[in-house]
């Protein structure tokens, strides 16, 4: 099993909604990965998770929550957003974390596409 | 620190010709290097990646890289592009020390492939 599955894939929520995004991967991975893609632009790193602790945080508001109940699943809790916030949410993981012989090979997720109204 | 440059933002390309996608990079420490490509509406998906050894790596459908240290340049390269090859591809670097956690990815270049 090489993948990474995440749900929803479409997400429409109001400025007042909570809502969560989840991702699952049975790859035996340590680390996992939140990260923040607009329309034309490049995925940028939101959270890293190593062996289920949070590791980094660049410096996300705190209307994003993340969450990683076991070393395989990962969630992003969602409260208070605003329209600026719509973006598709990529989850990645990765065999090892940075250092301890991690290379920076990722494997993603299909994706969440938020839209804020 | 690292960066990633990739200077064409668009490149379309008639069926079957060739096409070659830029990048370069920088950086101070040894690096690892990857192609990654992005279909639309879908996450992205790993295409080629150097890591050590030779500098010449290759993917399953096609696509080939050189890694030059000279140059600190990772073009990717086809000999002949399908339709199917239309995406965003975009490189991206990390190095020894952070791996992972500090994978930076260039700009991408979206490559149209006409019929």
């Known amino acids: 099993d090489t993948e990474v599955t995440q749900t929803p894939k479409h997400l429409v929520m109001g400025m007042t909604n909570k809502k969560s995004l989840k991702c699952e991967q049975h790859?035996?991975?340590?680390?996992m990965y939140w990260y923040k893609q607009k329309a034309k632009k490049p995925p940028e790193l939101m959270f890293v998770y190593s062996y289920e602790k949070l590791s980094i945080n660049e410096s996300v508001p705190s209307r994003f929550s993340p969450e990683c109940p076991n070393s395989s699943l990962l969630n992003l809790h969602l409260h208070a957003l605003q329209p600026e916030d719509s973006a598709l949410y990529l989850c990645?993981?990765?065999?090892?974390?940075?250092?301890?012989?991690?290379?920076?090979?990722?494997?993603f997720g299909e994706g969440s596409r938020l839209t804020v109204l | 620190a690292q960066s990633v440059t990739q200077l064409d933002s668009q490149v379309p390309v008639f069926e079957e010709a060739p096409v070659e996608l830029r990048c370069n990079y920088s950086s101070s420490v040894s690096v690892y290097l990857f192609w990654y490509v992005q279909y639309p509406n879908q996450g992205l998906q790993l295409l080629l990646k150097?890591?050590?050894?030779?500098?010449l790596v290759e993917s399953i459908n096609g696509f080939e890289a050189e890694f030059n240290k000279s140059q600190t340049s990772f073009h990717l390269r086809k000999p002949s592009v399908h339709i199917s090859d239309t995406a965003e591809y975009f490189c991206?670097?990390?190095?020894?020390?952070?791996?992972?956690?500090?994978?930076?990815f260039g700009t991408g270049t979206r490559l149209t492939v006409i019929p």
């Open positions: 790859m035996g991975h340590r680390a």
């Open positions: 991206a670097v990390s190095d020894l020390q952070t791996g992972a956690n500090n994978l930076f």
């Open positions: 150097y890591l050590s050894g030779s500098t």
């Open positions: 990645a993981s990765s065999l090892y974390p940075g250092g301890g012989g991690g290379t920076g090979e990722l494997f």
